[in-house]
């Protein structure tokens, strides 16, 4: 089994900063990709960024540079800094993982639970 655990999230300010962190466990052999996407009630879930297993990073069209994300491989966790957050920026936010399983040829799509992010004043 796979679990990805999510943390971080909660109610700041119109301009203020949050960071997310996930953690993946279990029995993983390998992970591609780690990244966050987010979804409000009556939208599509959205790519917020996405870190592959070269380092290639991708992101949102909205993060316009506000966004960073890493990831630390020792430890099978993705982290992402929230700067200069707006109140549009209110939402659910999963974390995603590309991990393939020991004992098992093919990669698989793994979501966290989810944890709110709230930018009110």
């Known amino acids: 089994q796979v679990q990805l655990v999510e943390s971080g999230g909660g109610l700041v300010q119109p301009g203020g900063s949050l960071r997310l962190s996930c953690a993946a466990s279990?029995?993983?052999?390998?992970?591609?990709?780690m990244g966050w996407y987010r979804q409000t009630p009556g939208k599509e879930r959205e790519l917020v960024a996405v870190?592959?297993?070269?380092?290639?990073?991708n992101f949102g069209d909205f993060v316009k540079g506000r966004f960073t994300i890493s990831r630390d491989n020792a430890k099978n966790m993705v982290h992402l800094q929230m700067n200069s957050l707006k109140l549009e920026d209110t939402a659910v936010y999963y974390c995603?993982?590309?991990?393939?399983?020991?004992?098992?040829?093919?990669?698989?799509?793994?979501w966290g639970q989810g944890t709110q992010v709230t930018v009110s004043s």
């Open positions: 995603n993982a590309n991990i393939r399983r020991s004992g098992f040829a093919v990669t698989m799509d793994y």
């Open positions: 870190s592959g297993s070269g380092g290639k990073l």
């Open positions: 279990g029995d993983i052999f390998s992970i591609n990709t």
